[in-house]
């Protein structure tokens, strides 16, 4: 089973990559669902023995909601917002698969550093801090508004991943509690996008800075 | 003590009844200033009677607040500064009932009224409190209360920036006192004065300099003064009295009690303050001479006997740090009798510009001129004001500058720095003397002799009684102040025993005993002398009519008002000399050719230190602020990553 | 009585999305937090009278499980007592003031001077709903006792105010809206990797994320872990409390939301995430820790006072003003309670005060835009004439809110500056004070030039009567917080102290 | 009995006074090869002007005519203070030099606010010149006192002067000299005596003591002309005891030594005017702070020692 677990790993490491390359909206919410459902499989793979119901019920609620519910409400925010249909990066795809890869090895070092029990899946730090980085990769460096959602998104999957690793166990109603959160967060956010869409041209976030102090030029005589 | 509660309660009582009866400002006025007479009454009791028994009263009240416990000490050093207080409130509150009825229905009587009671009894506090808590309670409700007097005029532009450094001023100053708090009572879960113990070594010098900045911003020596010329004169008069008879003194009262609680001081601290008092009174005086605006050149005038006070707390420092202690003890006297002696004349002097503010319509001094003729008890009060202003016998303010020269001249023959120290003060005695000579004589002539120089002027009206009773009796206590100097020698022992020891007490008696009564039948002779000689005029005339006719102008038989010599052209030669520190801008007429066409010619005096160094150094930290204004840049991606780059950065640092 | 107190708000803020009657809808909101008050008022009384002398976590009663070992979700101890006796407090004014806001709001919806034109408010129903919602999460926060729980709710306050903030229908306040949702929930998602590593700190003990039960073992906790924990919490929580450089979303939410959502958001909500902070300072601080985070607490609360007085300075809208005020103040409490003792003590008083003062200010800022219809600086000039009462409920606000006495601010800044000196933390109470000088100046120079001055009347403006719904509030609490300065009430005391005492560590030492 | 010693050294500088400008005048007649007035001059105008009917203009005040009563009352109080021939008046005392640098202030301060009374360009300008030089003067003056006190260890004018003897000259010669020659330009500046000041100008425009007077006449004048004499006196009897260190005992030589020694000083001042030129306005200030720079150097000559 672990040797399967760390496949699955290795996948996410490689939606990673592709969610910094891609340049379809699209597809981003895709990979980013795929992320998703793959993440909640992980804990039925990585435990020893057979599930138990509870994790199973719990995996199921998770792919559904990542699965399908999120795609489904990011599609159709991204289809009303009418937006042009790639992604629009603040930095050229190649800048940022450079600093994927570069997050990548940040991370196997801040995992060996960190004070992390043992794990028993190779790579699964590693693979979560850097889910976590791609996740910042997307909010800081794409500029629609979409994206910023789809790079949260990264960042909880990471998180999750990291839960794992670590082995801690939240109680049901806590585990549960976070989840409804981010439900609800994307379903906020959704909202808010479709806001957005209308009272602005477009969901380029370079609209969303006119609240800013920045005297530019007001300064130095 | 009670009576100094009760009048506490009078006070606090009737700002809230000048407040409740704001609609009606006749009863505001009445509730207001019958509060704050029957205070200072009730107030100058006690004051007076522990000033001459010398026992301390302490009150001690349960108050529940962190750090606070509400203990009142009553000593004589507090009562030397409270019967200021009481006399110059009392008498301001009856000052201000004909000065602000000429404001009735266009500004609020009743909120004047209660932060006119409010201040006079959060300067009372201040004087009193036992504890830090209580204290900046009181410090900070007479900072507020004189702010929302200082913006009385509100609309005027000159009034909000006026209040505006003024709180600034009040505000930095109130933080430096919370160090030094801080610092004093690190050790004690109340933090009452009681209990506070003076740090050793640098921590002491940082008290000693946290506390010479936070109460040097109220007293306003230079360079911590920028507030006090803009202020004073935006405060309506009876206000500015206050502001300038004692408020500021509130600053020397807590410088005092810094040395006092630190028993024997390093000669430096003298010196600091020495030093900075000489630069106050010289260029205190020296600013009065270059201003257009009489209250402004008394502001400055403020500056300058600040300036007289510290230079001789300087000299007793430096003297008791050499165990030269006669001479310490003068010099305390000296500063504290000229805080009791500043109170009278200044106040006098403040209602006196407030007269003319209110009689000819304005105080600018180009634009007055032959008030005597108009007001003609004004005149002669103001200008016995600006005769004990100057030090002049047989006014008050000669005895307690007296003092300081006795002890500048005691130390001037003894070995070492004290002598040097010595030398400086008197100088800069004489100097800021001379100085203010010229400026009161410059202010007092061209607002009150000669012709007048406008309209509004000619139509001058003589103030009213209650205007006029106040100013009669300050100035009948400055008179008496001045000739039974030797009668204030009990209290003012008490106070300095109370403040710096009781040898030093003793002692300043002692020295200072003799020269004064000489100097009281100086007085007294003086007195006599002018009443001689005014009789023998008389005698001389022996009732032959004297004629009259126009001032003798060389032969020009038409001579107008506009050729009066004006008060810029009576400082010109004075200030032309002294531009490179005061640096007044003026634009002069440049005659070139044989028969030059008209001509205009300005002056202004500048507020060197304020646009010199304070509203540059604002301008610069503001600049910076702006550079770093692109952290709130408006882009959300950016915002993520600061978020980002502190965690990593807190991670790779801490773990 | 703690189910009660959550129930209630949940169950009106649902009721509210189906009320169609306004009066009735408003009754309801304004009842819920009279209600809401009255039960914590219980619970404070209850936990004074019968709960004296208690320590951190030993002093809960009242949960979903009344049995001492068996662990409770929910329960209240000094510190979460006191964070929801403010919040239910400020609640209480917040509902009085959003009727009378609302009523006019309806009467004449707000017009944007800057871009002149006019826009539309949010449904009403979903304003009073959400605002009901966040009561009833706020109070769950204070009450929680598992820090993944905690977690949890500080989320769902985040996610329940943007709705709040986005009331104007207008494309500043969506901007702001957005830019709030997406760095707390960022920020937040942060806290949840410190709540794992704090529950990998205590996989040996068993611990899970239950307070108490970290409590207890705290000794047991992996430190270097409990270090990361601290850290990841720290900026999570760090970042909805508002300190600096993770305050970026504060002025433009609190400028753009509507009066009373300010209020609850400086008053409420950053007390909320500081509760998060405190509640990981106090394990890291039981398992000896408390010099690391009190370096971190020390550490971000001077580099948010810095930034608040930068820009203070040359500040264009009053509401963002505020904002940075806050952002000082919160600061403050980092820095109070990072120094612990007699600070800790301060930086609770100083919560409750700046809680209600600022409360109080951005209520009146509310009124300020109904008579002006701007937001800038410039453009308010002379209030006194035009609305004298607004023009005194300013003032007092600037007085207080710098920390002039009597005011339970300037107790808290007094005794945080004399901890810092104490400890012979000379420098940082060097900068602390200089900062403050700065504050306080930027802030003077614009409450003089708002409140004063003639005032040249707009074109096409009608006369404004001020609306005395509004006004009150703010009153009152101004009238708290100076009597904070004059008088503290001997049980306020005991609760400060206890509540000081559950920031754990040197902090417990008292005075 | 003693009373009578300070009695008539009071009366002796009342009644004399007026007779140091008659020497003055007399002096630069001699250097101008002229006859000059008699030497009682001043005493026939003194009491002229005491029978004349004054004239006051319209515009002026009680601050006008107060101006020479207290002028002339301040003297007189000075004299009551100033020692003579080196011995205690009535009023001696610790400080009594400062009481009368007060007193001369006093009565700068009520002549320049009578001639601003007037609002006369002229008067004015002379106010305003009296008023500069003060502030220059006064300085040079208070320095060269503490000199003096610091010399004699001596905090009294009859103290320092009585302290004064042939010996302190041999050990402070030099710092002595320059006290003298501080008090001298002092003298010569306050007195309106030329470099300073031209009293014999008919030129208002150049005047400064002389134009603030102009429009007072009758027994204000006498008054005026009066206390003009006792101020020279009083300078006059500073530099005199200073110059005279020989206390012989016998009150009635020294007294009779002192006011030849007066005599001499006046003789001097005549000399002077007769032999200089008068300054340009501007350079007045210089001239003071050279007396100044005098009595400051004195000081440091001393506090060196």
Known sequence: MHTFAELIIVLIILLDLALAVTGSLSSCIRLVAVQGVVAGLLPLMAGAGAPHTRALLFAAVIVTLKGAVFPWLLMRARDKSGARKDVEPLISYPASILLCIGAFIASSWMGSRLPLPETQVAWIVPASLATIFTGFLLITTRSKAITQVLGYLVIENGIYIFGLALFVEQPMMVELAILLDVFVAVFVMGIAIFHISREFDHIDTAELSELSDWRRGEYGK | MALVLLSFVILLLSAFLALCLARNPRRAQDAGAYGAVAASLAGLIPSVKVLFSGVSETLALPW?????????????????????????TGLSAVYGVDYLAHYTGKKPLGLAWAAFNVLTASMA???????????????????????????????????????????????????????AFSLLGAGSPVMDFSSFVFPAGRAASAVFLLALCGFGLKAGFIPLHVWLPEAHPAAPSHVSAVMSGIMIKTGVYGIIRTLSLAGPCPEWWGWTLLLLGAASCLLGALFALAQHELKRVLAYSSIENVGIILLALGLGVIGAANRAYPLAALAFAGALLHVFNHSLFKGLLFMGAGSVLQGAGTAELEALGGLSKRMPGTAMLFLAGAAAACALPPFNGFAGEFLVYLGAFRSVSSTGSIALAGVIAGLSLACAGALAAAAFSRAGGAAFLG?????RAAKARECGPLMLFSMRALAALCLLAGLFSPFLLLPLARAVGSGFGPAAGLEAAEAAAVPLIYVSAGGLLLLALIALAWAKRRAFLGGRKPAEGVTWDCGYAAPTPR????ASSFSQPLTDFFQPVLRKLGQYPVISEYFPGKASFSTEAQAVFYNSFYYPAAARLRDLAYRFSWIQHGRLQIYIMYIVVTLMGLLLWKL | MITLMMTLPLAAGVTAFIIRNDKARRALLQWTARLHFLLTALTVWMHVRYGMGLNL???YFGGLSPRDHAPAWFAYDALGLFFIGITSLLFLGAAHYAVAYLAAEKRDPGEDADAGFIFNNAPETVFTGCLLLFLAAMTAVTASRNMGLLWALVEATTLLSAPLIYFHRHKRSLEATWKYLLICSVGIALALMGNLFLGAAGLKTGAGLDLPALFYNAAALDKPLLKAAFLFLFVGYGTKMGLSPFHTWLPDAHSEAPAVVSALLSGALLNCAFLGILRANAVCAEAGLADFTGGILMLFGFLSILTAALFMLGQRDYKRLLAYSSIEHMGILALGAGLGGGAAFGAMLGALSHSLTKAGLFFTSGVVLASEKTKRIADVRGLWRRAPATAVLWLAGFFLITGMPPSGIFLAKFLVLKEAIRLGHYWLAGGYLFFLAVLFAGMAKVFIAMTFGEREAKAGEKPFEEPRGMLVPAAVFFVIVVSLGLYLPGWLNMLLESAAAGLGGAAGAGL | MEIIKPLSQYLAVMLLSPLLLGIINRVKALFAGRRGQPLLQLYFDLHKLLAKTPVYSRTTTWAFKAGPVIGVSAMVTILAVLPFAGRPSFLSFEGDFIFIIYLLGLARFATVLAALDTGSAFEGMGASREMQFAVFAEPAFFLGLTALARVTGQTSLAGMFGALTGDTWRVAAPVLALLTASFFIVLLAENSRVPADDPNTHLELTMIHEVMVLDHSGPE??????????????????????????????????CGLFLLVMAAVAAAVGVVESAMGRLRLTKVPYMLITAFAFSALALIFQMGR
């Not at chain 2, 009181?138 to 009034?159: D, R």
């Not at chain 2, 050729?563 to 004006?566: C, D, L, P």
């Open chain 2, 563 to 566: 050729m009066q010599y004006g």
């Open chain 3, 57 to 59: 976590f030993s002093g």
């Open chain 2, 451 to 455: 012709e007048p120089r406008t309209e």
């Open chain 2, 125 to 179: 506090l201040v004087f009193t409190a036992g504890n830090a808590v209580l204290f900046m309670l009181g410090w900070e409700l007479m900072a507020a209360s004189s702010f929302l007097l200082v913006l009385f005029e509100h609309e005027k532009a000159q009034a909000r920036r006026a209040a505006f450094i003024y709180i600034t001023a009040g505000g930095a100053g109130a933080l430096l006192l919370l160090a």
């Open chain 2, 64 to 88: 529940p607040v962190p750090l606070g416990s509400f203990t009142l000490v009553l000593d004589p050093l507090s009562a030397f500064f409270l019967v200021p207080v009481f006399i110059l």
């Open chain 4, 221 to 254: 004048l006498a008054y005026i002309l009066y206390g003009a004499s006792l101020k020279l006196w009083v300078f006059g009897s500073l530099i005199g005891c200073m110059v005279l260190p020989r206390h012989s005992g016998s009150w009635a030589t020294d």
